[in-house]
């Protein structure tokens, strides 16, 4: 690792004026939690497990997930580690077939709607959880989340496996912080009633912005209508930012929107502290932080949200980056 990169690890994630920004990685293999504390990582902001289902031709056992859990938990060294619960379907199919074919299955049966439906699928990750949360910080969210009672079915069930373990004298910890990504639109209209059930928020501007838009994010015909800084993703943004300060809740953003430099700048102006991108993007990302203002990102946010392009934002978010950092 070059020394500037090494120089940047030990550095704080925070802006020219002393403004905290948490600075987490997106991982997919246990196995990356290397690159993240050499880049000096705050901890892991989404640990995305369906990966162990996609990587291996047998279906991984609870004895697999809490296996892979627990190495990621160690090497974190008391950092928290945000896990994800799978989210297969639509673009992340594994070897089984989940469900029929699907017509449209960015809209089907994926992501949290087929761990619910698929017990035998989502209970032995929710075990492998609770076991590996007994040997460090880990908090665990659900994808995809769009209605109240998917997110309380979730907890129930999370619940249940606590008590089973229990009877079995199975070493666990259940008293963990439990969150959901932020990725349905339906999820921003209704945050406020989201808050009360859940410790923390992370907004999946990848799913957020497909399914704002209406724009498939994997299909090609359609990439240019795909645009993570349309005036309206950033209004759902804002509106998440705003609830969850009334409502005194943590909130990150997880989405590839947080990893390029001047969307960052953007999102910590519109009031967002803990960003989560992938490990190779963290010191370009930090970088970025620690040569502005507070205010200057602030600057930033009040003109974008007059901006009423995509296309004007991203330009006008170049030029800002070019002069600042
Ligand atoms: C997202 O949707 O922004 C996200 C982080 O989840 P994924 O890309 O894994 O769907
Ligand atoms: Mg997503």
Known sequence: LSQRLS???????????????RLSANIEFPHE??????????GIGLYRTEFLYLSSLDEPSEED???????????MKGRPVVLRTLDLGADKMGHRPLAEHEHNPFLGLRSIRL???????????LRAVLRAAAHGDIRVMFPLITTIAELRQARMLLNLVAEDLKEEGIEYRSDIPVGMMVEVPAAVVMLDKFVGEVDFLSIGTNDLAQYTLAVDRSNEYVADLYQSCDPAVLRLIARCVEVADQSNTPLA????????PSRALLLIGMGVRNLSVPPSTLPRVKKAIRSVTITQCQEIAARVMNLEAARDIDMYLQDRLEDLV
């Open 115 to 125: 761990s619910l439906r698929n017990l035998d699928l989502f209970r032995p990750q």
């Open 7 to 21: 120089q940047l690890r030990d550095l704080p994630g925070e802006t020219a004026d002393g403004t905290r920004i």
């Open 253 to 260: 953003v997880c989405g590839e929107m947080s990893s390029k």
């Open 33 to 42: 939690t290397e690159s993240c504390i050499e880049r000096g990582a705050d």
């Open 65 to 75: 997930h809490y296996q892979a859990y627990s190495q990621v938990v160690r090497e």
